[in-house]
Each structure stands twice: as C-alpha cells, then as structure tokens.
Nanobody, 121 residues
Framework: QLQLVESGGGLVQPGGSLRLSCAASGSDFDAYGIGWFRQAPGKDPEGILCISAWRIVNYLDSVKGRFTVSRDSAKNSVYLQMNSLKPEDTAVYYC???????????????WGKGTQVTVSS
C-alpha cells in the first residue's frame, strides 16, 4: 500500500504552466499505476492521465498536447506537467494508486489529499 502526497499547485495565469508532484511512500512503488485526477466544485473526479511501469494512458481529450506525465522510480514520484493552462483547468488535482491504470476514480484505493490549481487572470 502506498501513501501519496501531492504538491505544486497554486494560482497561475491563463497560458501559464505548473508542475505537480506526487510523492509516494511505501513498498513496491513500481508495481502501481499512478493516476492523476481532478475535481471541480460540484463535479465528479475525472481521470486525466495514468502512468504505470509500461505505459502512459491519456483519458482526457481536453488536455492532450498540454499535459504530460512522468515518473521517477528512484524518487518514488510521479509528475504532471501542465502547460497552456486554461481557466477550465481549475480544480483540485489528486494522484491515486492502483495496480492497473483506469479512468474510473472508483478503481483507485489510495489517494493523496489533493492540491488546488487555480487558473485565473
């Protein structure tokens, strides 16, 4: 089981960039798929990207070409690079762990507490 902590959120102007980090503690980090989700007020969490040891899956068309995901096994960390941010990207961003990648938030049992991203001028 992993414990996850997100960081890197904040306030950014439209067109700007942020890099979110997800630091994991626990064993067998490489065995897990790490998904990034976001949740805007009043909405269900939506899957953005997921990275496992052998693939990256992009679940959200609206971020294609703008968001990328990477992982550093030496640091037990996963990163979400967000470029060309738009006001509609405003949400709380979470990372979550599961043995396989999925766009469905209910499949993930371990979650971080989230980090707020606000895109506004």
């Amino acid at each position: 089981q992993l414990q996850l902590v997100e960081s890197g959120g904040g306030l950014v102007q439209p067109g700007g960039s942020l890099r979110l980090s997800c630091a994991a503690s626990g064993s067998d980090f490489d065995a897990y798929g790490i998904g990034w989700f976001r949740q805007a007020p009043g909405k269900d969490p939506e899957g953005i990207l997921c990275i496992s040891a052998w693939r990256i899956v992009n679940y959200l068309d609206s971020v294609k070409g703008r968001f990328t995901v990477s992982r550093d096994s030496a640091k037990n960390s996963v990163y979400l690079q967000m470029n060309s941010l738009k006001p509609e990207d405003t949400a709380v961003y979470y990372c979550a762990a599961n043995l396989y990648c999925s766009s469905y938030h209910g499949d993930f049992k371990q979650w971080g507490k989230g980090t707020q991203v606000t895109v506004s001028s």
